[in-house]
């Protein structure tokens, strides 16, 4: 799996674009803002999406998905739906977080724990990870050992969870079960920030560790 990373957004969230080397099939995963500069990144690669999929609906992660989905006539898929009362407050969340108004929109598919996600020839797994949210999910492609987290895990870090219905205790079984129990050289594409492994956090990620949170 090749991912293409485009920084949007004051918070300079993540957004990917992963493509299936074998077949060009592509995905745009958490368009958090700034479609245009989304557009203009896939117009260079050539590339042309089939899909927009949903971590969790943080405005900062999905806020140009109705522009593209309009644009590229493709759906929105994800996240789970313990999500969608955050869907529903887009406009909420845009006073909140200080962004242009956005309004609500609901995915064409929601996602559950187990279910795989084809783009392509990838088959990514859909892992359900409450905890920053209650319906965040993460992608994981098996052959490349690549796992898209979103604002699950960071380098050094985890989520947050002082947002309604946050859980820091159900965050961090998130990450045990969900995301500990993959092999140590899986590379960990986060949400905000540089990527970081699996073995690397379980070494040495402090707030999974007990000395902090």
Known sequence: MQVFTIPVTPFIQNCRVIVCPET??????????EAEKV???LDTLGLV?????????HLD???????????FNIEIIGPHQGDQFWLEALPMQSQMFGFPNHAAFLPSKWLNDGDKVKVGNLA????HCPGHTPGHVVFYEP????????????KGSVGRTDFPKGDAAQLKQSIQDKLFTLP????????HGENTSIGFEKATNPFMSGRFG
């Open 124 to 127: 990514l797994e859909v892992r």
């Open 24 to 33: 060009q099939a592509t995905a745009i995963v958490d368009p958090g803002g």
């Open 184 to 191: 140590d050289e899986v590379v960990v594409h986060s949400g």
């Open 39 to 41: 557009i203009a990144q």
């Open 49 to 57: 999406p089939s899909m927009i999929l949903l971590t969790h609906a």
């Open 143 to 154: 052959n490349s050992k690549q796992v898209l987290v979103g604002d699950v895990l960071f």
């Open 61 to 71: 992660h999905v806020g140009a998905s109705t522009e593209l989905s309009e644009h």
